[in-house]
């Protein structure tokens, strides 16, 4: 008759296996170099309670007592680490490296912006993430043109928007030579940090989305002195062949890969005293707010200033959100919001809701007629392009 402590030993190598197994085909979904390999070379794993038995290559290796699971390696490219506890995870970004990487690729297409929050959903998976952070250099306006001034206003906007999502930014210097602009410092503080999070055992894995080669030592340090697994996160056809051979897990993604994590926004204007319930404003982004009087000729008996939100909106939600407006308008005065972006402007009073189509902007007149029918001064209903008076 077998021992209590042989039957539990049997359960929990059971256990381990199914876990192990259910762990590995949920990451050969992933899109790689290395998870692609996996769905071409598909193998399982005999688990005992020390080692472990792979039945395509008859190789073993020790689980890691330290870390509740097991580490395979095949040519130093791949590292998996089956762990009873949530995997932690940390994203390093060099910003501008990547932006140069993903132009390459075509990647935002016009009128639509790369959306990194999804992308590091992607990478992390059900994983848990601790901190994602983008290091980037900052444009300043040197030479007082406009050219620069409306640099300086984009970058910035991007670096809002990021912030609103929960990115951690980390600012560099950009350098001006002649007629060429490098960044300076942004991969020393990229390279600091990983150091310092392995050092301190803030993660388990390191998520690096960069090309640069300047952080190879870094990223040695973190995978051969510290254990630490380290995924680097290239794109296009000539990835950095360094990162690929020093880090634990390379991902590389192609340009069909990289399109579904870019978006097409509608932006516009709310103003916060048009809204019965302000909640609706919670499930709408808002880039930048401005408090400002009422101008005399725009002043009503029951609104003396106004509370404007230059919002945004995906592509998906658009329909939604009007809908929401729609209902939360204000019933006793006439209000109208208003958001579009190259394709659609959607322009929405209480009751009724226009989307005209920019290819046959005809709509426009019955949207502005509809307007004025309200008691909305003719001069109010400036969203139409040829009429505009602020930029949405």
């Not at 256990?15 to 692609?36: A, C, H, M």
């Not at 929960?166 to 030579?177: P, S």
């Not at 945004?312 to 407006?325: F, G, H, R, Y």
């Not at 006439?334 to 659609?344: E, G, I, P, R, V």
């Amino acid at each position: 008759m077998h021992s209590p402590k042989a039957f539990i030993d049997f359960l929990l190598v059971i256990l381990r296996f199914f876990s192990i197994t259910v762990r590995f085909e949920r990451n050969s979904n992933k899109t790689s170099f290395f998870y692609e390999g996996l769905k071409r070379n598909p193998h399982f794993v005999v688990f005992f309670l020390t080692l472990v038995y792979n039945t395509r290559t008859n190789t073993t290796a020790s689980v890691r007592k330290d870390r509740g699971g097991f580490c395979y390696r095949k040519e130093n490219m791949l590292a998996l680490n089956i762990m009873s506890r949530k995997e932690k995870v940390a994203v390093y970004i060099d910003g501008g490296n990547t932006y140069r990487r993903l132009k390459e690729l075509g990647i935002p297409q016009k009128f639509a912006r790369f959306d990194y929050s999804s992308f590091v959903e992607h990478l992390v998976g059900d994983r848990e993430l601790i901190s994602k952070r983008q290091y980037i250099g900052i444009v300043k306006n040197i030479d007082n043109s406009e050219k620069a001034e409306k640099m300086v206003r984009d970058q910035q906007k991007f670096l809002d928007g990021l912030k609103v999502e929960g990115f951690d930014i980390k600012y560099g210097k950009i350098m001006y030579d002649g007629g060429n602009i490098r960044e300076k410092g942004v991969d020393i503080k990229l390279a600091v940090d990983l150091v310092i999070g392995a050092t301190d055992n803030l993660y388990d894995t390191a998520i690096v989305i960069s090309s640069d080669t300047d952080l190879i030592p870094a990223i040695k340090y973190v995978c051969k002195a510290k254990k630490k697994s380290l995924e680097y996160i290239g794109f296009g056809s000539s990835p950095s062949l360094g990162m690929i051979k020093e880090s634990s897990i390379p991902r590389v993604f192609s340009n069909i890969d990289m399109v579904k994590f870019q978006r097409f926004y509608y932006r516009g204007v709310v103003i916060e005293e048009s809204l019965e319930n302000k909640d609706v404003l919670k499930d709408i982004k808002i880039l930048k707010t401005k408090t400002e009087p009422v101008k005399e000729k725009h002043k009503t008996s029951w609104v003396k200033q106004w509370t404007m939100h230059t919002i945004e909106i995906k592509e998906e939600n658009a329909d939604k959100v009007a809908e929401q407006l729609n209902q939360n308008l204000d019933k006793k005065h006439s209000w109208y919001a208003d958001f579009k972006n190259k394709y659609y402007h959607f322009i929405i009073y209480q009751g009724k809701i226009f989307k005209v189509d920019l290819k046959n902007p005809t709509l426009y007149k019955d949207a502005k007629e509809y307007g004025i029918a309200l008691g909305i001064p003719e001069y109010q209903v400036d969203f139409a392009p040829d009429d505009k008076v602020w930029e949405r």
